[in-house]
Each structure stands twice: as structure tokens, then as C-alpha cells.
């Protein structure tokens, strides 16, 4: 695979994508100020680990064949300090699942990218937000509700944005397969 990167080492992503309805709701949020770099996304795994020779893959895609779709909640804005407005993220399937990608990746975590236990869950909304912001999100973003059936897997390119590289499906619901706890 060959990647457009400026010359530098790829930079992956894998997250979770909220369904059109709140992806737009999100997106048109953010387009008022800012232009957001990904999608509207949960990160589940990010950056250290993700070699750009994809020997991970495999392995993640394997653990997304077995793994049961799963129900994420949406709970309400927070901060991460003055840095990061976001909305907040319930769902013992994603936590799950986001232990199980660190193993299949075969990289030990890294807390500071919030890794194994100082992840935290959440969905980007703006970076360094003004009290007025943080105001007008908390009002619009309340609680939301999804069903996860997949995990996208995308890079940074040299423009800055990143793209889809492939989605990963989880198991079949037709199948039957143990949800994560």
C-alpha cells in the first residue's frame, strides 16, 4: 500500500463512525468553526503500534470478524480541561473492544495517547472551546444512542485530513458471537 504522507511514517487511525444522522449533527456543529481533520469518530486505537507495514491488520481484522455489534451511548458534554469540548461516551463494548485491539495490535499501551486504563472514551466536538461553546453543545448534544457494526481504519495523508482506508465489519449478526463485555 502506498501513502501519501509528505515522506514521514503514516499516522492510523481505528474509531468507531456514528451512524449519517448523528455524523451530520456533529459535522454541521463543527463546520461552524472549525475544519475538523477526521470525520465525526471514536477513537478505539491511535497512532503507536499501527506500523505502516499493516502487520497488525490481520490481527484486527480477525477480532472485528468476532466481535458482536454493540450499543454506544452518548451522554452529555465534558471537557478535557480547556483543551477539548466532547461528548461523552458509555459503552462496555467499545472499552472492550478497545483492550482487545491493543492486544491483537501487539503493542503495549501508551498513556499519552490515553490508552488502556486512561482511555477515555469520547467523540471529539471542538478543540479549545469558548464558555459559549461549550454553552450552545450542551444543549445540543444531549443523549444519542447507536449500534456499532464496524471499525474504520484510516490514515493521515499529507494534506493534513484523513481518509478511509477500509472498514472493518463486526461479526455478522446472523452469526452467533459473544458481545463484548
Known sequence: M???T???APTYVLALIPPQDISERVLQYQLQYT???MEPHI???FKAG????LDWLPRVQALCAATAPFQVQLSGVRTFGPRVLFWD?????ARTLHL???LAVGHPPQPQFFEGEAYQMHLTLLYSPTSRQIQ???ELFQQAEFTARFLRLAIKKSHGKYETVQDLPFLDQTSTAKTPD
Request: charged share 20%; no cysteine; proline share 11%.
Open 2 to 4: 502506498t501513502s501519501d
Open 6 to 8: 509528505g515522506g514521514t
Open 35 to 37: 475544519r475538523p481533520s
Open 43 to 45: 477513537t478505539i486505537k
Open 50 to 53: 499501527l506500523t505502516p507495514d
Open 89 to 93: 461516551v458509555v459503552s462496555p463494548g
Open 100 to 102: 482487545h485491539t491493543l
Open 136 to 138: 450552545e453543545a450542551s
